[in-house]
């Protein structure tokens, strides 16, 4: 059985939380986990450094565009990270589980 892997960043973990906890609610998503990571990057001509919050979601390949355009319209980034990983296997029980609670 497969599924996706959703990588999205964040300010902080909090803004991460509000926006997972309503696609967990809608079962948009069966999971997410969060890592504190730093990133660099080029944003408007500067080289900038931050300290974000990681979100890998995982879901349904057919939820992929709800979930986009839940986070891309309550974003509080101007350009948001969102980026669909390729369809992923697991063991069957943990793709059964993802399956069961997501709708």
């Known amino acids: 059985m497969k599924f996706i892997l959703i ?48 979100a890998i979601l995982k879901t349904r390949a057919e939820n992929w565009n709800k979930v986009k355009e839940y986070i891309e319209k309550n974003h509080s980034y101007e350009t948001p990270c969102i980026i669909k990983l390729a369809e992923v296997e697991a063991n069957d029980s943990y793709a059964s589980w993802i399956q069961e609670e997501t709708k």
């Open 7 to 54: 990588y999205t960043t964040y300010k902080n973990l909090e803004d991460a939380q509000n926006i997972t906890d309503y696609l967990l609610n809608e079962q948009l998503i069966a999971c997410v986990n969060f890592f504190p990571i730093t990133s660099q990057y080029r944003w408007k001509g500067n080289i900038e450094t931050s300290n974000e919050i990681t």
